[in-house]
């Protein structure tokens, strides 16, 4: 254990970070203010291809100025993951893992790192281990995880546009808190270690972990498309126009069903035994998912055909589910229409394939194609209502266009659960996949599919299903 002063006594911060690289592949770093994307501890992590795990502080001052977020996002998921707690956080931890952790009162700015009188003591790896300090940081980390918000391109957005009228706001205090309340007030707080609810308030924390959840994923797949693409790795069969978002989708299809499924035999009706194969991919994968999602990308590549119809997905049927859940093709839906657009999701259509004759109204036995099915399940949803009078060409116009609220994955929570627009039968899964071929160019689509394949690809994913 050392201290770490600065100039006081001639241990620095920066000469710690440069020692620890070659002991070291991932650095996390708990620190509420960080200013610059050329800090120190950022360019070294850049530079030596460290993963860098950051939780900063998210309020109305830009405690970590967005230019950072935008620049880790930019790094990919594999090379930086950054998350924002809402309140209550003033943590200053970094934790170079193999090397040692510092803990202190420096934040991740220019003038802590070289100016500001500092004060933190440095603990090696072997004291880490050998003592409480260790698991206990650990512990505080797990805990930044859970109460913490992933960093999204349209959450930084939103800080980049709040951040240009704060100069015309920093006299009226009060205006700035209010306006940062309502572009971020639906995001989850978190309440501080003592905080005590207000009587009679009600924290709806399954919807708060929808929200997070959503968002984590979202962005997660955003990275991992891009560092797909960075690969260049794909089937002579894929157009090289092909959409990179249906390219990715296609390649996480075949993956699920082809490599993971049915390469070791499994009955693709028990969902048990899928999912247990798709956790021991995980377990094997987790330590390096980016190596595992290299070897993935190479399997696709070097297919001589498509395994169940993706090149033909590609080519036709997104562009066409593109058209048919058009912002104008929504608001003129008939039961044609939306039998013809959702055939194609592929969320909806397994959930059909799962539906009880029961449900219908038919015998035990019977059976019917999987179009059939499909068709008699659009039929009963169009005919019906949620609680509060909706149709689901409502649901699905207001989750796919919605202006209010602004953010789709609030949208999606209150389309899933609000009795106002709750439809059986039409859930997450089916309604993240609709959005991703709605609007590919902001959201990727999201299912229970995609979920399993990312889960088998190394990442920590909620699995969800019900359509």
């Known amino acids: 254990m050392k201290a770490i002063l600065g100039k006081l006594n001639g241990e620095w911060l920066p000469e710690l970070a440069r020692a620890a690289v070659p002991y070291c592949s991932q650095v996390d770093a708990a620190v509420a203010y960080i200013a610059s994307t050329t800090h120190p501890l950022l360019t070294t992590c850049k530079e030596h291809g460290l993963k860098l795990t950051v939780y900063g502080l998210l309020d109305e001052h830009d405690a970590v100025a967005p230019s950072v977020l935008k620049e880790l996002l930019a790094w990919g998921p594999s090379r930086a993951v950054a998350r924002l707690i809402k309140g209550n956080f003033h943590a200053k931890v970094i934790w170079w893992r193999g090397y040692g952790a510092y803990v202190g009162s420096a934040n991740l700015t220019e003038k802590a790192w070289f100016n500001n009188v500092e004060a933190g003591v440095f603990f090696p790896e072997s004291e880490l281990a050998d003592s409480d300090i260790g698991p206990d940081l650990d512990a505080m980390f797990e805990y930044l995880g859970k109460h913490s918000l992933p960093v999204t391109d349209e959450l930084v957005r939103k800080l980049q546009e709040f951040s240009r009228g704060r100069d015309d706001l920093v006299r009226h205090q009060r205006d700035l808190k209010v306006r940062f309340d309502r572009e971020f007030g639906r995001l989850p707080d978190h309440r501080g270690m003592s905080g005590i609810p207000a009587r009679g308030e009600r ?265």
């Not at 959840?213 to 997660?220: I, P």
């Not at 033909?312 to 939306?338: G, K, N, Y």
């Not at 657009?341 to 009880?356: E, G, I, L, P, Y």
């Open 203 to 467: 924290v709806n924390r399954a919807a708060q972990f929808f929200v997070t959840e959503w968002m984590k994923t979202l962005q997660l797949m955003r990275g991992l498309r891009t560092e797909f693409s960075a690969l260049g790795l794909r089937p002579a069969w894929v157009d090289t126009d092909a959409h990179p978002v249906v390219h990715f989708d296609q390649f996480l299809h075949a993956y699920y069903y082809s490599y993971i499924r049915d390469a070791t035999g499994l009955d693709e009706d028990d969902d048990r035994s899928t999912i247990a194969k798709v956790d021991a991919a995980f377990q094997a994968h987790r330590a390096n998912p980016a190596a595992a999602l290299k070897k993935a990308a190479l399997w696709w590549a070097a297919l001589p055909r498509d395994c169940a119809g993706e090149e033909e997905f590609i080519r036709v049927t997104a562009p066409q589910l593109r058209r048919r859940l058009s912002r104008e093709a929504v608001r003129t839906m008939q039961l044609d229409d939306f039998r013809a657009a959702f055939t194609d999701v592929n969320a909806f259509r397994m959930h059909a394939r799962q539906v009880k004759n029961s449900e219908f109204g038919l015998p035990a036995g019977h059976h019917e194609s999987i179009h059939e099915r499909v068709t008699r399940l659009c039929t009963k949803i169009w005919s019906i209502r949620s609680p509060g009078g909706r149709t689901v060409r409502d649901v699905i116009e207001f989750v796919l266009w919605g202006d209010t609220p602004s953010d789709m994955e609030q949208r999606l929570w209150q389309a899933t659960r609000d009795p106002a627009y709750r439809l059986p039968h039409f859930g997450p899964s089916s309604l993240g996949e609709a959005v991703g071929w709605a609007r590919p160019d902001d959201f990727p689509p999201r299912n229970n599919r995609t979920n399993k394949a990312l889960r088998a690809l190394g990442h920590d994913i909620k699995l969800f299903s019900n359509g």
